[in-house]
Nanobody, 121 residues
Framework: QVQLVESGGGLVQAGGSLRLSCAAS????????MGWFRQAPGKEREFVAS????????DYADSVKGRFTISRDNAKNTVYLQMNSLKPEDTAIYYC??????????????WGQGTLVTVSS
């Protein structure tokens, strides 16, 4: 199965921007749907954004719509999450996820180790 490594997390002031990267191994990357999830302290892990294996379809949680942009570069085996207009409520550990063709099958998902994003007020 594909292996994922996130990077790009850090400390940023409210209103600032941050770009997360997720590097994937394996020749099957191009046929994997990719997504980002996040988990804040004391809360359940929640969906943030996803992109289809073709790159033609994207989806966003209402809380980040218009502020975050997900993209992928299959030639580099990498998916990105551009985060703009960050709010303190965005503070969480962000996890990259992958699934063969779709992310809908929970048991087939592969997870990265997570990267911490802290937004100060």
């Amino acid at each position: 199965q594909v292996q994922l490594v996130e990077s790009g997390g850090g400390l940023v002031q409210a209103g600032g921007s941050l770009r997360l990267s997720c590097a994937a191994s394996g020749r099957t990357f191009s046929r994997y749907a990719m997504g980002w999830f996040r988990q804040a302290p004391g809360k359940e892990r929640e969906f943030v954004a996803s992109i289809s294996w073709t790159g033609g379809n994207t989806d966003y949680a209402d809380s980040v719509k218009g502020r975050f942009t997900i993209s992928r570069d299959n030639a580099k085996n990498t998916v990105y999450l551009q985060m703009n207009s960050l709010k303190p409520e965005d503070t969480a550990i962000y996890y990259c996820a992958a699934g063969p063709y779709t992310l809908a099958n929970i048991r087939d998902r592969v997870w990265g180790q997570g990267t911490l994003v802290t937004v100060s007020s």
